[in-house]
């Protein structure tokens, strides 16, 4: 059974990290796009937006029809990867920036929600001691494959459509990966969505809490994932020439959101030891701290600003399962699942948002502020979760 278990997580973490490599696509091959055809500020965002806009259409959707409790999860997350890689595809065929573009980077994220979400509900039927490290380990596999396009195109060269072509085929090649993955013993069929959670969400103090600090690492999170590579290849610019500050920040952008996926598969065990909330502090005050440095160094020497984004990069993501895991502890048994999706959907709203306007604010004010800017979130996360461990202790007393 061990075998056969880690055989199943090996290759449902593979799949993830191949089908997620769709989700940035569109932000890696910014460049060579914007210099083939002229783009607007507005519809380069909208091009990365439209991802979370369309996941949190999926994931309701999802949540609502109950399809991975009334389907087979393996197959669901099949067909969706599979259909999301020919969505993504059709990147090749549209004009660049174009309104068909844009919605078919929403189709590609309404379907990355039967992925994700889905292949999460798959690995924790694996274990239940250890679903921290699984859980962990899975949105590890989201974050490295979210890094995966900027090191594409880093290695695809001017070539806008190999990245996409790439990443589609890895997208159905993880769907076809994930129907050899065996179904674990403690599956079991989580509730629909429970629109009369809304109300748990606001009067529950420690759901709301909860769900205020996810919030807050949201914020941050998705903006500096799909435009890092951006504000990195500006301030590198201002010191290097154009096509070298432009490697650079795909580097940099990969090696980043990859440190980050790395580390995530430490956070679940530490969280484990130390406490959850603990966790989720410790993180967003080194990202806070990180988005700050990085605005107050912009146009500096490029090793420091690659040192800081590395940073920022390893410090991000590794919080983001605990948020999940404080709701599902802070729930009634029966409302955990809905609650959850409220919450997942409520933070991937969030990031429509800022992922849609930084480039905007960007364009008019310069990206230092824009970096400054993001430790909002994480600020007002910390103060979410200190007052969900001062709420914890005076429980426990």
């Known amino acids: 059974m061990a075998n056969e278990k880690w055989r199943s997580i090996g290759i449902l973490?593979?799949?993830?990290?191949?089908?997620?490599?769709?989700?940035?696509?569109?932000?890696?091959?910014?460049?060579?796009?914007?210099?083939?055809?002229?783009?607007?500020?507005?519809?380069?965002?909208?091009?990365?937006?439209?991802?979370?806009?369309?996941?949190?259409?999926?994931?309701?959707?999802?949540?609502?029809?109950?399809?991975?409790?009334?389907?087979?999860?393996?197959?669901?997350?099949?067909?969706?990867?599979?259909?999301?890689?020919?969505?993504?595809?059709?990147?090749?065929i549209s004009p660049p920036g174009s309104t068909a573009a844009i919605l078919a980077r929403v189709a590609t994220g309404a379907l990355l929600a039967g992925v994700y979400p889905v292949g999460m509900k798959i690995a924790v039927g694996w274990g239940e001691k250890d679903r921290g490290f699984l859980v962990g380990a899975l949105v590890g596999a989201l974050t490295l494959g979210s890094a995966s396009p900027h090191l594409i195109a880093l290695l695809g060269g001017a070539d806008w459509r190999s990245t996409v072509a790439i990443a589609s085929l890895a997208a159905i090649g993880a769907g076809l990966m994930c129907l050899a993955v065996r179904i674990g013993p403690h599956h079991a069929t989580a509730a629909r969505f429970d629109p009369s959670v809304v109300k748990t969400a606001w009067t529950n103090r420690r759901v709301r809490l909860a769900i205020a600090g996810y919030l807050g690492h949201m914020w941050e999170l998705y903006a500096m994932w799909a435009w890092i590579a951006a504000a990195t290849a500006a301030a590198y610019g201002l010191t290097l020439e154009t096509g070298k500050a432009q490697e650079l920040a795909r580097l940099t952008a990969f090696v980043a959101i990859a440190a980050g996926g790395l580390a995530s598969a430490f956070a679940g065990t530490v969280a484990d030891r130390i406490g959850k909330a603990e966790v989720t502090i410790i993180a967003m005050t080194v990202s806070g701290a990180s988005a700050l440095a990085c605005a107050a160094t912009f146009g500096g020497p490029a090793w420091l600003t690659f040192v800081i984004v590395v940073i920022w990069g390893i410090s991000i993501v590794p919080d983001s399962a605990q948020f999940s895991a404080l709701v599902a502890d802070a729930s009634p048994p029966a409302q955990a699942g809905s609650l959850m999706t409220l919450q997942t959907a409520l933070g991937f709203a969030l990031t429509f948002a800022t992922v849609q306007i930084a480039p905007v604010l960007a364009d008019a004010f310069g990206w230092p502020l824009v970096l400054a800017t993001l430790a909002l979130g994480p600020a007002f996360g910390i103060v979410a979760m200190l007052r969900l461990r001062m709420l914890q202790q005076l429980t426990r007393n």
Not at 19 to 46: C, D, G
Not at 58 to 72: E, H, I, K, T, W
Not at 80 to 88: K, P, Q, R, S
């Open 13 to 92: 973490l593979l799949a993830e990290v191949a089908a997620m490599s769709l989700w940035f696509v569109s932000a890696a091959i910014l460049p060579e796009m914007v210099k083939a055809t002229q783009i607007s500020a507005f519809r380069q965002a909208a091009l990365s937006s439209g991802v979370q806009a369309g996941f949190v259409i999926g994931a309701l959707a999802s949540a609502v029809l109950g399809l991975a409790d009334r389907f087979d999860p393996r197959r669901v997350f099949a067909i969706c990867a599979v259909l999301a890689g020919l969505a993504n595809a059709a990147l090749l």
